[in-house]
């Protein structure tokens, strides 16, 4: 519909976005809900959540192309291909004909949209200046299927503008003046209203900044939700060195005081101190479990008198500045004395509210800790839930599930007092001193690891190897150039921004089978960082993977030993790696986020000399050393359970057929590679040899008529000393054989 006087409210009316604009969304994607189909919009424009992206990697055969897919029906379709993309959106017309507007790096501002009067799609270019695109349609209810509209909005010279498909986008309308700010996004609220999210310069919104995070390891926006963040605004994070992701979230979940618990394999971000979601009386416990509820007193734990906690604020140009809380108590005695660093810069009014915040947790995770069982009906809890529960006949506490585990039928559960008015602060704080900035450390040299693996990801199914490495400690390590030797010089290949977990066996590991879970042997390594436990539920999920010698492994358990962590309940050969015998000194590498370098086709098979010269340092210092490069990124893997029959005496035709073992997808949703071409077949009988090319890709079946039989043996035959079986794969070649005597 047309906004009403083409223009803002006069009063604003604020509300939260509906999804999915609460979505977390990158520059370079986008959610909008439609059709059942594209170019279908017969059932509405509510039916499924629709996900626009684009492919920004340059050396991708696919770089340029935008591309929708469907989150419930799962269609896609690459719509247009336009390279040097910075910023995306995505709407739908009545008909679900996809509208798509974006931004290039030449700072163009465009619309590619489907135009009713040529009945063709158009590009519309906005005028010069013209930044910030974003896109919806106003209102996807059937029952406004006559009045709703494509809306597109922008900002110029500071100035917020929109324009409407009814238009033909060809008239701007003015939304006022805004300054330096920026247009995030548009669409509907829950008060039914179109709102346009306009920034500021408030900082970034906590929900951007850790979905930003998830995205940067390679997490997709589908497998996360971090809406419950969206009004929390963040001035500013200071990255003085180089962070894991990990890192980055717990200092944000601390300081901000939220969870990401895994809900359904989504990670889901809960903020502290909401309502209870159950109410547990100690009879609904389950009897295998003891109730054991205890208190400071029992445990043998003291109160902390004192929170230090250090940021770095702006205004004294990010020198590290200390606000201190404290807690007295006539009935309490509190000593000791916490100093939390963090590298948010915050006010001082927000950084004593924050550590007044933190002592007042503190102090609930002394006063009372409880461990109890629960049934299966409670399978809805997850950890970070609040719930109050009897911690003694008739007296309930409200407590925080920090541990909720599936054992032997039912729940473990680990608890920790948890009052609401903890996150809640009036505390006020005194301007800090400007200080003197602290001296940096020199770079010391990178240790890293070439790694010539199975794709570990879909969008990895192309050429490429992956690398990981760290820098020495105690040294100013922050990343380090890989390069590789073309003639006489050495050419870049990619950076290693961060360190990974890295570090060598120190007990010998026997091989086992990769079809059961190890659980007999034990994984004892030395390691950069320590390790994190997994559940058996992530590790179906994928997570928990590292590389072993030349063996992926998933570690569920790690436990300290001495200065080494010993792993156990293993999963062998991940990813169709080889089981064997890892000896002491073999490396280990946790594969949560290596690096992957793209390679031409040119060097499969070849010998690459590489090097990682740590940032800082001079790159003729680095060693240099040869890696054999095969391509295992492309390698398919052999198929399974050969069935050959042959038709006699009607034909003597051998009809073959197999079961595909493909690399991508999961366990439960194997997918084939896009460059997967078909099968070949090698039979063998004595020194004579036929192959056959089979360019099916759906039917994994092959008949050896006798007419082929005759022309290749010479006769008919009743049996062959070997059939071979391989994937074809357009960039690896043929894959590993499965290979059978039939008869």
């Known amino acids: 519909m047309a906004l009403p006087d083409d223009g803002p409210s006069t009063t604003p009316v604020i509300a939260d976005y509906i999804a999915p604009y609460d979505r977390f969304t990158g520059p370079l994607e986008d959610y909008e809900e439609g059709g059942i189909a594209l170019n279908d919009g017969t059932l509405g424009l509510q039916v499924q959540m629709w996900y626009l992206s684009y492919n920004s990697i340059e050396d991708d055969p696919n770089y340029g192309d935008f591309t929708v897919s469907a989150e419930d029906t799962l269609e896609s379709a690459v719509i247009i291909n336009v390279a040097g993309v910075k910023r995306v959106g995505l709407a739908f017309n009545q008909n679900n004909d996809p509208f798509i507007c974006y931004e290039t790096v030449n700072c163009e501002a465009k619309l590619y949209w489907y135009d009713l009067v040529p009945q063709d799609y158009v590009t519309t270019t906005l005028p010069a200046g013209s930044r910030w695109v974003a896109c919806c349609l106003d209102d996807h209810r059937q029952t406004q299927t006559g009045t709703s509209d494509v809306i597109l909005g922008y900002i110029r010279n500071g100035t917020l503008y929109y324009r409407q498909e009814r238009d033909r986008f060809a008239t701007e309308y003015s939304m006022g003046t805004v300054g330096a700010a920026v247009l995030y996004k548009v669409g509907m609220t829950k008060n039914l209203r179109l709102k346009f999210d306009v920034r500021e310069g408030r900082g970034q919104r906590l929900s951007e900044i850790q979905g930003d995070v998830f995205s940067l390891v390679g997490l997709p926006a589908s497998n996360f939700n971090v809406a419950d963040l969206y009004p929390?605004?963040?001035?500013?994070?200071?990255?003085?060195?180089?962070?894991?992701?990990?890192?980055?979230?717990?200092?944000?979940?601390?300081?901000?005081?939220?969870?990401?618990?895994?809900?359904?394999?989504?990670?889901?971000?809960?903020?502290?101190?909401?309502?209870?979601?159950?109410?547990?009386?100690?009879?609904?416990?389950?009897?295998?479990?003891?109730?054991?509820?205890?208190?400071?007193?029992?445990?043998?734990?003291?109160?902390?008198?004192?929170?230090?906690?250090?940021?770095?604020?702006?205004?004294?140009?990010?020198?590290?500045?200390?606000?201190?809380?404290?807690?007295?108590?006539?009935?309490?005695?509190?000593?000791?004395?916490?100093?939390?660093?963090?590298?948010?810069?915050?006010?001082?009014?927000?950084?004593?509210?924050?550590?007044?915040?933190?002592?007042?947790?503190?102090?609930?995770?002394?006063?009372?800790?409880?461990?109890?069982?629960?049934?299966?009906?409670?399978?809805?809890?997850?950890?970070?839930?609040?719930?109050?529960?009897?911690?003694?006949?008739?007296?309930?506490?409200?407590?925080?599930?920090?541990?909720?585990?599936?054992?032997?039928?039912?729940?473990?559960?680990?608890?920790?007092?948890?009052?609401?008015?903890?996150?809640?602060?009036?505390?006020?704080?005194?301007?800090?001193?400007?200080?003197?900035?602290?001296?940096?450390?020199?770079?010391?040299?990178?240790?890293?690891?070439?790694?010539?693996?199975?794709?570990?990801?879909?969008?990895?199914?192309?050429?490429?190897?992956?690398?990981?490495?760290?820098?020495?400690?105690?040294?100013?390590?922050?990343?380090?150039?890989?390069?590789?030797?073309?003639?006489?010089?050495?050419?870049?290949e990619g950076?290693?921004?961060?360190?990974?977990?890295?570090?060598?066996?120190?007990?010998?590991?026997?091989?086992?089978?990769?079809?059961?879970?190890?659980?007999?042997?034990?994984?004892?390594?030395?390691?950069?960082?320590?390790?994190?436990?997994?559940?058996?539920?992530?590790?179906?999920?994928?997570?928990?993977?590292?590389?072993?010698?030349?063996?992926?492994?998933?570690?569920?358990?790690?436990?300290?030993?001495?200065?080494?962590?010993?792993?156990?309940?293993?999963?062998?050969?991940?990813?169709?790696?080889?089981?064997?015998?890892?000896?002491?000194?073999?490396?280990?590498?946790?594969?949560?986020?290596?690096?992957?370098?793209?390679?031409?086709?040119?060097?499969?098979?070849?010998?690459?000399?590489?090097?990682?010269?740590?940032?800082?340092?001079?790159?003729?210092?680095?060693?240099?050393?040869?890696?054999?490069?095969?391509?295992?990124?492309?390698?398919?893997?052999?198929?399974?359970d050969l069935v050959a029959t042959r038709n006699v005496p009607a034909t003597n035709d051998w009809t073959l057929s197999w079961v595909p073992r493909y690399r991508l997808g999961n366990s439960a949703n194997p997918i084939p590679s896009t460059n997967f071409y078909g099968w070949r077949l090698t039979f063998t009988v004595g020194a004579t040899v036929v192959v056959i090319n089979n360019t099916s890709t759906t039917t994994p079946s092959y008949t050896f008529t006798e007419a082929d039989q005759v022309t290749g043996f010479g006769s008919a035959q009743s049996s062959f000393d070997t059939v071979e079986i391989r994937a074809l794969n357009y960039l690896g070649g043929e894959g590993k054989s499965l290979s059978e005597a039939v008869s």
């Not at 003694?392 to 007092?417: P, Q, S």
């Not at 590991?509 to 320590?530: E, M």
């Not at 063996?551 to 010993?566: C, F, K, S, T, Y």
Request: aromatic share 10%; with cysteine; charged share 25%.
């Open 495 to 640: 950076d290693i921004p961060s360190a990974e977990t890295m570090g060598l066996v120190e007990e010998a590991l026997p091989a086992a089978s990769p079809y059961f879970i190890d659980t007999t042997n034990t994984l004892l390594v030395s390691l950069n960082i320590a390790p994190t436990a997994y559940t058996t539920d992530l590790l179906l999920a994928g997570k928990g993977a590292w590389l072993v010698g030349d063996e992926i492994i998933q570690v569920r358990d790690w436990v300290a030993e001495g200065a080494n962590w010993r792993g156990s309940y293993l999963f062998r050969g991940r990813l169709d790696t080889p089981t064997a015998l890892h000896s002491i000194g073999a490396r280990v590498v946790f594969l949560a986020n290596p690096i992957s370098i793209l390679v031409d086709g040119s060097l499969l098979d070849t010998t690459l000399t590489l090097r990682a010269a740590s940032y800082g340092s001079d790159p003729t210092d680095a060693t240099d050393a040869p890696y054999s490069y095969t391509g295992r990124s492309c390698e398919e893997w052999p198929p399974e």
């Open 232 to 492: 929390i605004w963040v001035r500013g994070f200071i990255v003085a060195d180089v962070y894991s992701a990990a890192d980055v979230s717990r200092t944000l979940q601390r300081d901000y005081f939220y969870d990401l618990p895994q809900v359904d394999y989504k990670l889901e971000a809960i903020l502290r101190g909401g309502p209870n979601v159950a109410t547990i009386t100690q009879s609904e416990c389950v009897l295998q479990e003891d109730v054991s509820v205890e208190t400071a007193r029992e445990q043998g734990l003291e109160y902390p008198r004192k929170v230090h906690y250090v940021r770095n604020p702006a205004e004294t140009d990010y020198t590290p500045t200390k606000v201190t809380s404290e807690r007295r108590s006539p009935d309490i005695r509190a000593v000791s004395e916490i100093t939390i660093d963090s590298a948010l810069n915050l006010t001082t009014d927000d950084a004593a509210q924050v550590a007044d915040k933190i002592h007042k947790a503190a102090w609930n995770d002394v006063d009372l800790k409880a461990t109890f069982g629960l049934p299966e009906d409670y399978a809805r809890l997850i950890p970070s839930n609040p719930i109050s529960f009897e911690v003694r006949a008739n007296v309930y506490k409200r407590v925080r599930i920090t541990k909720f585990d599936f054992v032997d039928g039912y729940f473990k559960v680990e608890a920790t007092l948890d009052r609401a008015s903890s996150y809640i602060s009036g505390a006020t704080g005194y301007e800090p001193v400007t200080g003197d900035t602290p001296a940096s450390t020199l770079p010391g040299d990178t240790t890293w690891e070439f790694m010539d693996l199975p794709a570990l990801i879909a969008a990895h199914d192309t050429l490429r190897y992956y690398v990981a490495g760290r820098g020495d400690v105690g040294t100013g390590w922050h990343g380090a150039q890989l390069q590789r030797e073309v003639g006489a010089n050495f050419e870049k």
